[in-house]
């Protein structure tokens, strides 16, 4: 069955022009530094970044981690976003492989209030306190919505007073620069290390950048070793990595505007919540006003060739990518319309 697939954007696949680079990659051992391959993405993914180096990781909760671990002592603190995929998604690692504890703040559309980080810096001066290590950023959040680059400003520049690095996670930074209008260093100057997504609406089948100051990344590439991501002919994955950062991140733009004409078709629905206008990227979530019946929306959906995460708690979502159109978009909407009216 050729499904049309709204669960998330990690459910690309690689265009035909990543697989013909993939099967003709020049590789070697990256381990040794070998791979020219991976070579040549890590530089292109450190210019796009802004940054003065690139590490080639195999997921994006991985160059998270990854960054939590070479940022934080053990012991350390990291304040992050109460909604964010490093608190919900990402297994409790932080625990794990960094010993570092993460202290929420409850955001406003994901957005920390910067005098409440403020509040929860420890300075540092009584034995009963744990450091500050890290202040973690989303932008774009998993939320759909786009930070300020105002706000991030106004962050960085607590976080340079107080000497406290700050990590972005930034699975869909292209995404949120999209938005913007603006070239991802625009946001990314914001802060010290930044993890971006290759695999998601960009498209290539695996693999994120972390990007940062040299010695990080050094550090960072050492820390990977350690966690047994030593890559060896990894050039087979990072060419269409490469592929990802020079021909997809230009038409994000198509999903964004795929996302919002799925909006202005749920917006239509009966008993179902969502505001076009709080559409930035390529993910769409609604709330349903009334009580459906989710089993049968979703087997529905199914039975027409989509595949759909489920509503959870009165929310769904629902997300455009390079492998979605308007016309699946259109016969997606009609599914929901018979079921919903019944
Ligand atoms: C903001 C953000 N940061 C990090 C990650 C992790 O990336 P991967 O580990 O899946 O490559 C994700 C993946 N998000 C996935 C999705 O949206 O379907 C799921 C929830 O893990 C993400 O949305």
């Keep these: 069955m050729q499904w049309i697939d709204f669960r998330s954007d990690t459910v690309t696949h690689p265009t035909p022009a990543m697989r013909r680079a993939m099967a003709e990659a020049e590789v070697g051992d990256d381990v040794y ?36 671990f070479t940022h934080c002592r053990r012991g350390d603190e990291v304040i992050v976003e109460d909604n964010s995929h490093i608190v919900w998604h990402e ?29 929860r810096i420890r300075v540092g001066d009584d034995i009963h ?12 959040h998993g939320n759909g919505r786009v930070l ?9 520049a607590l976080a ?71 890559l060896r002919q990894a050039g087979v994955i990072a060419a269409p990595g490469i592929l990802a950062l020079t021909e997809m991140a230009a038409r994000l733009d198509e999903d964004h505007q795929n996302a919002r004409y799925l909006a202005e ?6 008993c179902v919540d969502i505001d076009p206008a709080d559409i930035h990227i390529n993910l769409v979530w609604f709330r349903f006003n009334a009580d459906i019946d989710a089993a049968e929306l979703m087997s529905a959906l199914k039975q027409a060739g989509f595949l759909a995460n489920p509503p ?31």
Aim: hydrophobic share 45%; with cysteine.
């Design 33 to 68: 530094g070998d791979d020219p391959t991976v070579l040549r993405l890590e530089e292109l993914a450190a210019d796009k970044l802004g940054k003065e180096a690139a590490l080639l990781v195999p997921s994006g909760t991985f160059g998270n981690q990854l960054a939590l």
């Design 265 to 270: 078709g749920l917006a239509k629905l009966p």
């Design 160 to 230: 340079r007073e107080h000497g406290v690095p700050v990590h972005l996670d930034g699975a869909r930074v292209f995404n949120a620069a999209a938005h913007l209008g603006c070239d991802v260093r625009e946001i990314t100057r914001h802060v010290d290390s930044v993890m971006a997504c290759l695999s998601k609406g960009l498209a290539a089948p695996i693999g994120s950048i972390l990007a940062g100051p040299a010695d990080f990344i050094a550090q960072a590439r050492r820390k990977r070793k350690l966690l047994g991501g030593g």
């Design 129 to 140: 306190e744990p450091r500050t290590g890290l202040i973690c950023l989303e932008n774009a």
């Design 148 to 156: 300020p680059l105002s706000a991030m400003a106004d962050t960085a």
């Design 91 to 119: 297994a409790g690692a932080a625990a794990v492989i960094a010993g570092a504890h993460l202290r929420t703040i409850e955001g406003d559309n994901g957005l920390m209030a910067v005098d409440a980080i403020e509040r």
């Design 312 to 342: 959870h708690q009165g929310a769904m979502r629902l997300v455009t990518h390079w492998q979605v159109g308007r016309a699946d978009i259109d016969r997606l909407l009609d599914v929901m319309q018979r079921v919903l009216s019944d």
